[in-house]
């Protein structure tokens, strides 16, 4: 069955950077997949989605300019390169698969596999 998996969370200072890798496995076929994060108290939100072949991308208005979704299908891989971190991304960041057709919104009702999430925590 299709498994997605998170890594590369962790503490980052303002401004500096990481990237998020979620693999997935357990099917060939290539999903959008999408980035989701999740704040204590919040609801949980869309960051950026990518189209089965890379092709289309989208982002929030909040990370615009600041974050970078790309994918490796041969190593079915999706990573998000996160720069500029505030306080403000501290959050649960999750990958989703849309294992139907490709859809312009990146809204969590679009996805329906998901992973078990990875910590980012931005902080002095």
């Known amino acids: 069955q299709l498994q997605l998996v998170e890594s590369g969370g962790g503490l980052v200072q303002p401004g500096g950077s990481l990237r998020l890798s979620c693999v997935a496995s357990?099917?060939?076929?290539?999903?959008?997949i999408g980035w989701f994060r999740q704040a204590p108290g919040t609801e949980r939100e869309g960051v950026s989605c990518?189209?089965?072949?890379?092709?289309?991308?989208k982002y929030a208005d909040s990370v615009k300019g600041r974050f970078t979704i790309s994918r490796d299908n041969a190593k079915n891989t999706v990573l998000l390169q996160m720069n500029s971190l505030k306080p403000e991304d501290t959050a649960i960041y999750y990958c989703?698969?849309?294992?139907?057709?490709?859809?312009?919104?990146?809204?969590?009702?679009?996805?329906?596999?998901w992973g078990r999430g990875t910590q980012v925590t931005v902080s002095s």
């Open positions: 989703a698969a849309r294992r139907r057709q490709w859809i312009s919104t990146c809204r969590v009702g679009d996805y329906d596999t």
């Open positions: 357990g099917f060939t076929l290539d999903y959008a």
């Open positions: 990518i189209s089965p072949g890379g092709g289309t991308t």
